[in-house]
């Protein structure tokens, strides 16, 4: 370390984005307490990775998906909140390749999937892409698909109208927001494909039944979808 990175850390000591805690040299983005309290998602429905001990949940029952599997590496908290609250609204890109890797442990973990031809970003309208910056799914596809060695598509899916953002809305309203909202790239062959789809947080799961609904229109064989959260 030269003078001037020592002078930066004496004087403005980086500090952890859920506790404030002064970071130690090996840590980034959160203190060890805080990234100790990130834990795996496990005990969870088989369809759509809501928590519970076995089985199929109401929630699953209720909504029908079409996707074949759905998993979480965490459970939303305020850890992981503030991780991807920097992260999507504060361009700190960098937190995806620390996601990327929580996310290839618990893939390799727990062996969720069957194998996997693509792995696919859920897109963002140019708008709201134009505005951000950058789409952080794809960030994540990107980082887990280098780390895994598994191919990324990041332009297969498009998102054909723009949606007002899903945070305020209530499950009837999410799934009416993103009814008909993609569309697939015909530049590429996918018929008979095993499709793994990345986005940060799992709520209601309308985005990902709408997308899945597209992808199976073009014969795909099986969607399963990845997020980093699980919120309820």
Sequence with gaps: MNILQTFIRLFFPKTCLNCDERLL?????????CNNSLKFLENICIICGAPKTTGECNVCRINEFQFDKARSVFMFNKVVQNMIHEFKYNEMTQIAKFMGMKAQEYIERFQPFDHIDYIVPVPLHKVKKRS??????EYLAREISKNLNWKHLPKLIKRKKF?????KLN?????KNVSLAFAINIKYDIKGKNILLVDDVFTTGATANSITIALKEKQVNKVYVLTIARAL
Excluded: L
């Design 132 to 137: 951000r910056g950058f789409n952080q799914a």
């Design 25 to 33: 040299e090996n840590e980034q983005f959160i203190c060890s307490n």
């Design 163 to 167: 949606t007002e953002t899903q945070t």
């Design 171 to 175: 499950k009837d309203q999410r799934k």
